[in-house]
């Protein structure tokens, strides 16, 4: 040893020195602390969170402040049922629909009644939801609604033309479409003979222009080269497309007959020959009437 340099013979004895040191420092320590593992600590504080939520918890009621309220909430109720009742005398049944709500309304309140603050905070906004004035009636009318059609139906129908005034009408000469009929024959018989004093005819146009009558020829079945003319009023008649004229014509002079042509008076064949205002015949017609 005795070639050991002194330096690190002083550096071993630090070292002994030291290890000496803390070996007496292990031992001052309790045995309880050395073996108890770190991870118990913590229970400590959790008996303390324990005991703050196993305290006991006193609630106060205040009897006078519960008795305010329902007083304060009685007294709204009975003006609302007394302001219905009242619209009722006058023939408004208002009163008894809103029966339903007041007992949706009491329910609530029983639900609420552990809070006073609640019952005297929400009660009164549930009451003025409720319209306290009588309901106002609509006068409702018989007429019934009159619907517009939409703008597609409108331009789906089609456009009418216009109707041609009656004097703008076009004067036709095709008779085709114009019926002519006798209606009546007004005699004066006597014995053995008589004559034909008045005729009345209708003349209908069925055409889409006006047609102009002028006179009638009338003759009697045995009588080839016997006739009458009986004019119309005025000379002519116009006639307008789909109307009608039914005149009663006098036979100018009478058409006499006797009992040597016209064998059975009862049973006379009457023709009847229409012409317009240029001559033109229109319809040619005969009728068995009685002469009697």
């Not at 009638?216 to 000379?235: A, H, N, P, R």
């Amino acid at each position: 040893m005795g070639n050991v340099p002194d330096d690190l013979l002083i550096s071993v004895e630090e070292d002994r020195r030291r290890r000496k040191e803390r070996k007496v420092k292990v031992e001052a320590v309790p045995k309880s602390f050395q073996n108890k593992p770190q991870s118990q600590a913590p229970q400590s504080g959790q008996k303390q969170s324990g005991s703050v939520l196993q305290k006991e918890v006193t609630i106060k009621i205040n009897p006078a402040r519960i008795m305010k309220g329902g007083f304060f909430v009685a007294v709204l109720f009975l003006a609302f049922f007394l302001g219905q009742w009242t619209g009722s005398q006058d023939g408004d049944d208002s009163f008894f629909s809103f029966l339903s709500f007041s007992s949706a309304a009491g329910a609530a309140v029983a639900e609420n009644s552990d809070s006073p603050e609640a019952v005297t905070e929400e009660l009164p906004v549930s009451v003025e939801e409720v319209p306290t004035e009588e309901p106002v009636v609509e006068n409702v009318t018989d007429e019934a609604v009159v619907e517009e059609p939409a703008e597609e139906e409108l331009a789906a129908e089609p456009v009418e033309e216009e109707e041609v005034r009656e004097e703008d009408q076009e004067l036709i000469t095709e008779y085709g479409q114009v019926d002519f009929a006798l209606d009546k024959v007004t005699s004066q018989p006597k014995d053995g003979y008589g004559k034909i004093t008045r005729i009345d005819v209708t003349v209908t146009n069925n055409a889409d222009g006006k047609v102009e009558v002028s006179n009638m020829l009338l003759t009697l079945k045995g009588y080839d080269d016997y006739t009458k003319i009986v004019e119309f009023s005025g000379g002519s008649e116009t006639i307008y497309a789909g109307k009608s004229i039914r005149p009663s014509l006098e036979v100018p002079g009478g058409y006499a007959y006797h009992e040597s042509v016209v064998e059975d008076f009862s049973r006379a064949q009457v023709f009847l020959t229409l012409y317009d205002g240029s001559g033109k015949v229109i319809k040619t017609i005969s009728k068995v009437v009685s002469l009697n």
